[in-house]
Structures are given as C-alpha cells and as structure tokens.
C-alpha cells in the first residue's frame, strides 16, 4: 500500500494521478475478475476517495483513462519508412500489451461496464477511435509512400485488424501472438 499523498486541493496533482492510473491497473489484474471498487483503488493509490470523483466520473472512467494512459506509453505508432515494418510492428505490440497483465484483465472489465454503463461507452468509443486513428495513420503514411493502392479503404483496413483483435481477445477462440500479427499485417499489404 502507498504512503498517504499530500492534499492537493482541487488542482490535478500528476503524482496523484499516476499513482491511481497505476493503482487502478494493478487492482483490476489481482481481483480476477471480481470487482474493483473506488474504496480500494483511492486506498492503494494513497489518495482519498473524493480525489476520484472529483477527477473521474466514474471507476470506469478511471480504468479508462489508465487503459488510454498504458497504451499511448507502451503501443508506438512506428515510422520506419516501411508500411509492413510498421504494420508488423504496431499489430504485434498491440496484441500483446493487450493480453500481459495488468492490461488484458483490465480491458475485459472495461468492455463488461462499458455493456451496463452508456458514459462508459461513450469514453470507449474515444478510447478505440483513438487507437484506429493511429492505425489508419500507418496505412496513409503507406498509401502516400505508393505501397498501398490509392483507392485502398483504409477504414476497412483498420475494421480488418481491430476486428481480429476484439474477436480473438473477448472470445479466445484462437491466439493473438506475433506470428498471427505477422500474417494479418501481411494478408493486408500483399498485392492483390
């Protein structure tokens, strides 16, 4: 458990914030599966309870933005000047992140609330448009470099990779490993 921080009146304090992000994450991966409440996470961030609800709507909200945080610090968007380099890469570290704790555990809850609470869908709707427009950045990179066709749908693109991914990942029905990356990373810039 964290020692107790210094109150930072109402101004957003990023210690404070980093501690519950990390807090949030942490939690989530240990209770498998169970819930997670407020209480725990402002106690194991060392913060008080008042401090989330005054910068988070809800516990969502707090996953959420711990999710947004975690993948913009650890899923590069790369530009190695090669669409399929790029592609392999961002795809791979995607399914991957996604799966290590405390990552996975927590998108799975996410995904379960986001179904009951229409705020929390809303907030992962930004989260996942954030992530397709990264994605779609790679594919315009390569369109403009002339390794994808001009009239390539780079929208259908992205659905093609996000659609692999949140199938395999809610569902588990076949896995989300590199090589797996490779190959939809492949079947998307081969000549047709």
């Known amino acids: 458990m964290s020692a107790e921080r210094a109150h930072t009146g109402r101004r957003r304090n990023e210690e404070a ?4 992000l990390d807090a949030a994450l942490r939690l989530i991966a240990d209770a498998d599966g169970a819930p997670v409440g407020v209480d725990a996470i402002a106690r194991e961030a060392g913060v008080g309870k008042q401090t989330l609800y005054r910068w988070w709507p809800s516990k969502g909200a707090v996953l959420l933005d711990a999710l947004t945080d975690r993948a913009e610090r650890t899923v590069s968007v790369p530009d190695s000047g090669s669409l399929s380099d790029d592609l392999r890469a961002l795809i791979a570290s995607t399914f991957t992140q996604a799966q290590a704790a405390p990552v996975g555990p ?4 996410l995904v379960q609330e986001a179904a009951r609470d229409p705020h929390l869908a809303d907030l992962m709707r930004e989260f996942t448009q954030a992530r397709r427009t990264a994605l779609r950045e790679v594919f315009a990179r390569g369109r403009e470099r002339g390794e ?5 749908d780079l929208d259908l693109m992205v659905d093609q990779v996000y659609g692999v991914f949140w199938y395999r990942f809610l569902l588990g029905h076949a896995p989300l490993g590199e090589r797996e990356a490779v190959r939809l990373a492949d079947s998307l810039v081969r000549p047709q």
Do not use: I, Q
Not at 17 to 20: I, K, S
């Open 106 to 109: 927590a998108l799975r809850t």
């Open 148 to 152: 994808l066709p001009p009239d390539s």
């Open 17 to 20: 914030r980093r501690a519950v």
